[in-house]
C-alpha cells in the first residue's frame, strides 16, 4: 500500500491510501558487443538495446490525466503556449518596420520569402543551435540581434505569417541527438526547430541559424527521418538524407608547354554542401588558406594562377572552382603520375572488419572526374591503369567506373562514384567495404610513361 499527498498549492492537501499490487521485473542482457564510433554514424545511441518507460496517463482513484496525449493536441498546446507558438499568430504589428522596407518592389510571396529570409539569416546571429522553446520575447531577439535556433527559426515565420505567407514551425531531431519516434509525441525527443513555408502550391523547408545557408536548404544535421510541423494536427513529416544528392564535376587539361613545363587548368563544381563549407572556410581563413590547401592536395609542386571562386555570395548556387596551373616536367627515365592529383580516395573511411550498426551517410553521392593529359615530351606511355566498371548491387544502387585509354599524344580518364541512397545496414557492410576497396585501389594507381629510346 502506498500514502500518496495531493496539493495544487491552494486549498488543504488531500491525503489517499492506495492498495495496488506490483511485479518487480528484471531486464538483463549478456555478451553484449561493444558499439564503438564509426565513419558515417549519426549517434550509436540509436543502436544500443535499452529499455526506456514514458509515463502514459494517470488513473482514479487519482484525478485522471493523459500525459501523452496526442500529436494533434501536442501541436494546438504548442501554438497556444507563450513560449513557443503564441508570439508567431498574435497580430505582431511592431514587425511592419523591419518587413516592410524590405519588401519594396517585390513582385510574389516567394520573393517576399526570400528578402525576409536573408534579413533573419543575416542579421540575427544564432548563439545556441539547441533548444526547442523562446528565453525571450521576439522583440528581445531583433532588439539583441541574436537568439537561440527556435528564437531565429519562430522570428522568421512570425515574419512570414505577418505578410501572409502560410509558415509553420518544425520540431525534429539533429542526427546527433537521436532518431524521434513517430508514434509517440515525445517532446524530449526534438532539439531543433525549422520553419516550413508554403508558396504558389510549394513546400520550402528553412532555416535561418546557419550563416550563408541557402533559401529552401538545411544543414545536414537535420535530414534525420521523422520530424513534425506544427500546424492544427502536427503533420508528420520525413527529412530523409536520400533526398539530398551531392553533385560534383571536375575536370583537369593538361598539356605540353615551352621549356618542359606541363601546363593546366582545372574546373570543378562542387556540390551544394561542400560549397558550403567552402564558402564558410574562405569567411574564416580567406582566399589565399584555401589555395594553399589546394596546392598541398594536388600532390605535385605546383604553381596557381588566374584562381577564381564564382557564385561565392550566391548562397543558393553551387560554386565554381577555376585556376590554372603549371608544374616542372620530371626529367627522370621513368615517371609515376597519379592521374587523379589529390581527387582520388586515398583510404577507405570503413577501417572495421566488421559492423553492427548501419552506416549512415549524409546524402547520396555522384562524383565524376574527368582528365584529359597530353603526354609528356619525350615520353611514351610504358602502363596504364586498367579499366573497370562495377556495381554494388544488383539493383544498381551504387556505381565505380574507371575508364583510361590513349589516343595518339592523349590519356583521357573518367572516374565515377554513384550511390543512389544514403544508408547500408551491416549485412551490406563487407560489400561496402569491399566497394571502397575497389575505389581506393583504382584512385591509387599510376600512369608509368618511360623516356624514349
Not at 549517434?43 to 509515463?55: A, D, G, H, S
Not at 567552402?278 to 592536395?297: H, M, P, T, Y
Request: charged share 25%; with cysteine; hydrophobic share 35%.
Amino acid at each position: 500500500s502506498y500514502n500518496v499527498a495531493i496539493s495544487d498549492g491552494v486549498g488543504p492537501t488531500e491525503h489517499l491510501r492506495v492498495e495496488s499490487e506490483y511485479t518487480d521485473y528484471r531486464w538483463v542482457i549478456r555478451n553484449v558487443p561493444a558499439l564503438k564510433e564509426e565513419a558515417y554514424t549519426t549517434t550509436v545511441k540509436n543502436y544500443m538495446t535499452r529499455i526506456e518507460f514514458q509515463l502514459k496517463e494517470i488513473r482514479p482513484p487519482l484525478q485522471y490525466q493523459n500525459i501523452m496525449g496526442s500529436w494533434s493536441q501536442l501541436a494546438s498546446d504548442l501554438m497556444k503556449a507563450e513560449y513557443f507558438g503564441q508570439p508567431i499568430t498574435k497580430d505582431n504589428g511592431w514587425l511592419k518596420d523591419f518587413t516592410r522596407p524590405l519588401l519594396t518592389g517585390s513582385d510574389s510571396k516567394l520573393q517576399k520569402a526570400h528578402k525576409i529570409f536573408s534579413w533573419v539569416r543575416d542579421n540575427i546571429n544564432c548563439t545556441n543551435m539547441g533548444g526547442l522553446f523562446l528565453n525571450q520575447n521576439l522583440r528581445n531577439v531583433v532588439k539583441n540581434r541574436n537568439g537561440t535556433v527556435s528564437e531565429v527559426n519562430l522570428l522568421l515565420a512570425a515574419m512570414l505569417r505577418y505578410e501572409d505567407i502560410d509558415s509553420d514551425p518544425v520540431l525534429l531531431s539533429t542526427r546527433s541527438h537521436g532518431f524521434t519516434y513517430p508514434l509517440y509525441p515525445l517532446l524530449n525527443r526534438f532539439n531543433y526547430v525549422i520553419c516550413k513555408i508554403q508558396v504558389e502550391g510549394k513546400d520550402y523547408f528553412l532555416d535561418a541559424s546557419e550563416p550563408r545557408l541557402g533559401f529552401g536548404y538545411l544543414p545536414l544535421q537535420c535530414y534525420n527521418g521523422h520530424a513534425r510541423i506544427i500546424d492544427g494536427i502536427g503533420t508528420a513529416v520525413e527529412l530523409s538524407p536520400d533526398a539530398v544528392q551531392e553533385k560534383k564535376t571536375t575536370t583537369v587539361f593538361m598539356i605540353n608547354g615551352e621549356g618542359g613545363k606541363i601546363l593546366g587548368s582545372m574546373q570543378q563544381t562542387p556540390g551544394y554542401y561542400e560549397s558550403y563549407s567552402l564558402r564558410n572556410k574562405i569567411k574564416e581563413k580567406g582566399k589565399e588558406e584555401l589555395v594553399k590547401e589546394i596546392k598541398k592536395a594536388f600532390g605535385s609542386t605546383i604553381e596557381i594562377s588566374n584562381c577564381r571562386f564564382d557564385s561565392l555570395d550566391k548562397y543558393e548556387e553551387v560554386m565554381g572552382i577555376n585556376y590554372d596551373f603549371d608544374m616542372e616536367q620530371e626529367k627522370e627515365d621513368i615517371i609515376y603520375l597519379n592521374p587523379m592529383f589529390g581527387e582520388g580516395y586515398k583510404d577507405n573511411p570503413f577501417k572495421s572488419a566488421e559492423r553492427f550498426y548501419p552506416v549512415e551517410m549524409p546524402f547520396t553521392m555522384d562524383e565524376t572526374y574527368n582528365l584529359q593529359i597530353e603526354i609528356p615530351q619525350g615520353y611514351v606511355v610504358d602502363e596504364l591503369p586498367k579499366q573497370l566498371m562495377v556495381k554494388f548491387n544488383e539493383e544498381g544502387e551504387g556505381m565505380f567506373e574507371y575508364r583510361i585509354s590513349q589516343s595518339g599524344n592523349g590519356i583521357s580518364l573518367r572516374s565515377r562514384i554513384q550511390f543512389k541512397r544514403s544508408t547500408f545496414l551491416p549485412e551490406e557492410y563487407e560489400s561496402l567495404r569491399e566497394f571502397f576497396n575497389l575505389i581506393v585501389k583504382k584512385h591509387n594507381e599510376q600512369i608509368v610513361f618511360k623516356k624514349k629510346n
